[in-house]
């Protein structure tokens, strides 16, 4: 049974720093594209950045361009999301998704959240003023 666990909630002040980790385990093969959506209250999920099996794609909201950055250890499974320069309006809650692919898909990255099949539990970001 594939999981997948999150790490690296936490409460910062607007212009500080998270990185927020997402580790797979359970897979039969280890071909999977990854991704980070975010929930605030009374909001739809939205989409902030994800990352193809092979690594060397990735794709970011506008909203996160060039203070988010997604990474790959593919020898841990695990994905990261580095957050610089937080603001207030990234509070929410941070879900990490995988979704298998193949190796016609090595390089594409998905960006609706209705193409991931797995999901982690969600860990809260507050930023402050």
């Known amino acids: 049974q594939v999981q997948v666990v999150q790490s690296g909630a936490g409460s910062v002040q607007a212009g500080g720093s998270l990185r927020l980790s997402c580790t797979v385990s359970?897979?039969?093969?280890?071909?999977?594209?990854a991704g980070w959506f975010r929930q605030a209250p009374g909001k739809d999920r939205e989409f902030v950045a994800a990352i193809s099996w092979s690594g060397r794609s990735t794709g970011y909201a506008d909203s996160v361009k060039g203070r988010f950055t997604i990474s790959r250890d593919s020898a841990k499974n695990t994905d990261y999301l580095q957050m610089n320069s937080l603001k207030p309006e990234d509070t929410a809650v941070y879900y990490c998704?995988?979704?298998?692919?193949?190796?016609?898909?090595?390089?594409?990255?998905?960006?609706?959240?209705?193409?991931?099949?797995?999901w982690g539990q969600g860990t809260q970001v507050t930023v402050s003023s």
């Open positions: 998704a995988s979704k298998n692919t193949g190796p016609f898909s090595r390089d594409s990255y998905y960006s609706g959240w209705v193409e991931y099949t797995y």
């Open positions: 359970g897979r039969t093969r280890n071909s999977y594209a």
